[in-house]
């Protein structure tokens, strides 16, 4: 998060700072420790417990989530293309789910970890799509939820400073990695878009990682997939088509 909030600092100068209103200030705060703090705390350490794939299932639920809520509180209905398509993507992540699961039965405090990141995922999706609704800047908003949630995140700096010490060059390297792509680049991007669609057309359309996880597993990793988790993939990329659709009678 460091390094994604120094990245993020360079694009914002970049491309101009334009503060939000004094009254969402504090908005902004809880939006930046529950995206970038409590939701990477949660799932990490759900992660250490539960495998990937249950893991995958249970945080993939979040989507399901805003696409709901977003109808509700947001006001932006339940289209047909995006209530038949989320299921059915999310079906797909299931199967995927059940063939990278373990045997072994699930941590319960591991999937309360994982619910509590579907639900800051969820909850943190829906409250940034309000402060784009209400004039923040995209890119101003990203920087500042990054610091926030860096700041939330300094109790750990202390056993950061020790890790560096001992982790091999190459992992390090690999977390600034996280930091400028995963972190900078995907939120600054996922706030571009979000700022310009629905919030649930916005989440439904991360459906799409696990099928290209899948292929990059295979192709980089050679971790062959079962026929299972290929359906998985399909319906994940069709779920994801389906929402994008336009239905109902073209105006005129």
């Not at 995206?35 to 350490?45: E, G, I, Q, S």
């Not at 639900?119 to 999706?125: E, S």
Request: net charge positive; charged share 10%; with cysteine.
């Amino acid at each position: 998060m460091a390094v994604g909030s120094a990245v993020l600092a360079i694009v914002a100068v970049r491309h101009g700072i334009r503060l939000p209103d004094r009254r969402h200030w504090w908005l902004v705060a809880v939006w930046g420790v529950g995206w970038f703090c409590v939701y990477n705390l949660a799932l990490n350490a759900a992660e250490r417990t539960l495998d990937a794939g249950t893991a995958a299932m249970v945080v993939n639920l979040a989507p399901l989530m805003v696409v709901v809520f977003s109808g509700l509180f947001l006001r932006e209905g339940f289209p047909k293309p995006l209530i038949i398509g989320a299921p059915i993507a999310f079906l797909g992540v299931v199967l995927i789910g059940m063939n990278s699961s373990t045997s072994e039965g699930p941590d319960i405090t591991g999937l309360l970890l994982a619910l509590l990141a579907a639900v800051m995922y969820a909850g943190c999706t829906l409250l940034q799509k309000h402060l784009l609704s209400a004039g923040s800047d995209a890119t101003t908003l990203t920087f500042l939820g990054a610091v926030a949630g860096t700041v939330a995140l300094l109790p750990w700096a202390g056993s950061l400073v020790g890790a560096l010490q001992t982790a091999p060059l190459g992992s390090t390297l690999w977390v600034v990695y996280l930091g400028i792509f995963p972190t900078a680049v995907a939120f600054t991007t996922w706030a571009y878009v979000l700022q310009r669609s629905t919030a649930g057309q916005t989440s439904a359309t991360t459906y799409v990682v696990p099928a290209i996880a899948i292929l990059m597993s295979w192709t980089i990793l050679g971790e062959v997939p079962t026929p299972l988790m290929f359906v998985g993939g399909a319906l994940c990329l069709l779920g994801v088509l389906v929402t994008r659709m336009k239905w109902g009678r073209r105006a005129a």
